[in-house]
């Protein structure tokens, strides 16, 4: 089968095998970014703003750094604090 992955982790860890095994099967391995706890969206994006072209996408779509920036927003703590 043809796979699309959106899994940083597996790609960093297995990518070398992974092409292998598409060289020999001849299906596809697609990837992309992944944010928003690991949901594919920039191709979505494309595919529903498909009359616009995208240039770029500029957000802090990540939970982790969304929390971060919150806490040192709302509770005037350091980087490091919060």
Avoid: W
């Avoid at 970014?33 to 996408?57: G, T």
């Avoid at 957000?59 to 350091?78: P, Y």
């Amino acid at each position: 089968k043809s796979v699309v992955s959106a899994s940083k982790k597996m790609l960093a860890e297995h990518l070398p095998a992974l092409l292998e095994l598409q060289e020999k099967t001849g299906h596809s391995l697609l990837y992309e970014s992944a944010v928003c706890a690991s949901i594919p969206v920039i191709r979505n994006l494309e595919e529903y703003y498909d009359n616009d072209l995208l240039h770029s996408i500029k957000a802090i779509v990540n939970g982790s750094t969304n929390f971060i920036l919150t806490k040192m927003f709302e509770d005037k703590l350091s980087f490091n604090d919060a």
